[in-house]
């Protein structure tokens, strides 16, 4: 079969490594891609949001199966143009990838459903959500209703940075439209744990739990970025949590979606506080996560297009999900200043160290080929270097000694990653 992928980043990598691995694939297409994906797939000079179009390529491909990376397309209704057309495609429709692209609708709909999350208020006019911080109590979060890019979420420790942060969201607009609306939310402690899922619009299938590193430096200090590196599984996401989650949290979100007509298919991304009281639900997304996904994908036995054609089909419950016995870690490499401002085009070098080494990754995130065909740098967050091991703590050191075996000018990451299964 023939599969297209819209994407370009270190997710739609690894979901294209796993699709590569399929016997049932011959043919892949990737939109618009990255240097390391067109190792494996045919990148198309096509842009994510370029919906007629992609649309209309897949036609002319005769494309058996698409499947959607990023948040952006899907929220912006690329699903709705694609079934439209009669094409087959992995991912929700606009009216449930809402569900990430509203903050607001999500507080809302976990409200209505007594889905646990932190208490929060929604406010359209920054006048109000000014007065309102005179009286509320301080750490309090705030986040940009709309998307972001993972970036539109201030935590805010006293008054003085909370009204700063209503005038960056609602009135600077320092992330455009999505702060035309904005949630202000209590502030929650512990552990946070990502959870990926397949969905088929009734059933849900779990996938492994990971735990993501947002902050820019060591020690989580610095400015919030699309990701720094992550671990998988999470020693912290127990039985107990485990069942507690699957009860309260997992399959109410997929029945009151369905229940609000919004039918959800594709992946669910469950954004967890291991509070206390008890697990909530920190947000959601619509796709996989980048970099779980790095992560997570590598470790499934699945072929991962029966699972994700069953999403579609509505034949999920016929899917046992496995998941191997052990443990992967995934380092970001980024650009040196990323995420404010960094430079780009610095060749990189050393990818060959990865041949033939059985459980290292090396995935894609801002990369391009120059004219000469050599790999340069191309974004803030530049490689994904992951590996397995038969437990967290030697998943970490294959990671760390994998990401020196290849270079590039401005290279930075952080060094303590999956630091927290120390203390485990």
Aim: with cysteine.
């Amino acid at each position: 079969m023939k599969v297209l992928i819209v994407g370009s980043g270190g997710r739609e990598h690894a979901i294209a490594a796993s699709v590569a691995k399929s016997s049932r694939v011959d043919k892949i297409y990737c939109a618009p891609g990255n240097a390391g994906i067109g190792k494996i797939a045919e990148c198309v000079p096509l842009g994510a949001m370029e919906f007629q179009k992609l649309a209309a390529f897949a036609k002319e491909k005769e494309i058996d199966f698409t499947i959607i990376g990023m948040d952006d397309p899907l929220c912006g209704g690329i699903v709705d143009v694609f079934e439209a057309a009669g094409l087959k495609v992995f991912g929700p429709r606009k009216d449930a990838a809402i569900l990430e692209g509203s903050k607001a609708f999500s507080k809302d709909l976990m409200k209505k459903y007594g889905i646990p999350t932190a208490a929060y208020e929604t406010f359209d006019d920054p006048a109000a959500a000014l007065l309102y911080l005179e009286t509320a109590k301080m750490p309090i979060v705030l986040k940009a209703d709309g998307l972001a890019l993972g970036k539109g979420v201030l935590i805010c420790n006293t008054l003085e940075e909370a009204k700063a942060g209503v005038r960056q969201i609602m009135q600077d607009k320092k992330f455009g439209a999505a702060g035309n609306h904005m949630v202000v939310e209590e502030f929650m402690t512990g552990r946070e744990v990502s959870v990926l899922t397949f969905v088929d619009g009734k059933t849900i299938r779990i996938m492994s739990s990971a735990q993501d590193h947002k902050r820019a430096k060591d020690g989580d200090q610095g400015l919030n970025t699309g990701g720094m590196g992550t671990f998988s599984p999470s020693p912290f996401y127990t039985k107990e949590v485990d069942a507690f989650c699957r009860e309260h949290i997992y399959q109410k979100t997929v029945d009151a979606m369905a229940a609000e007509g919004r039918e959800y298919k594709g992946v669910i991304f469950f954004g967890l506080m291991l509070t206390k009281e008890g697990p909530k639900v920190l947000e959601y997304n619509a796709r996989f996560g980048d970099p779980e996904a790095q992560v997570v994908l590598p470790r499934m036995k699945n072929d991962i297009m029966d699972v994700m054609e069953a999403c579609v089909d509505g034949t999920l419950d016929q899917i046992p999900l496995e998941f191997e016995d052990n443990a992967a870690v995934c380092v970001v490499l980024a650009s040196d200043g990323y995420p404010v401002s960094y430079q780009k085009g610095f060749a990189v070098t050393g990818e060959e160290n990865f041949e033939g080494k059985e459980g290292f990754y090396c995935f894609h995130a801002g990369t391009k080929l120059d004219e000469s065909g050599a790999v340069v740098t191309n974004g803030g967050r530049v490689l994904g270097v992951t590996a397995k091991g038969v437990d967290l703590k030697e998943a970490r050191a294959n990671a760390y000694a994998a990401a020196e075996w290849v270079s590039f000018e401005n290279k930075y990451m952080r060094h303590d990653i999956g630091r927290a299964i120390d203390e485990v």
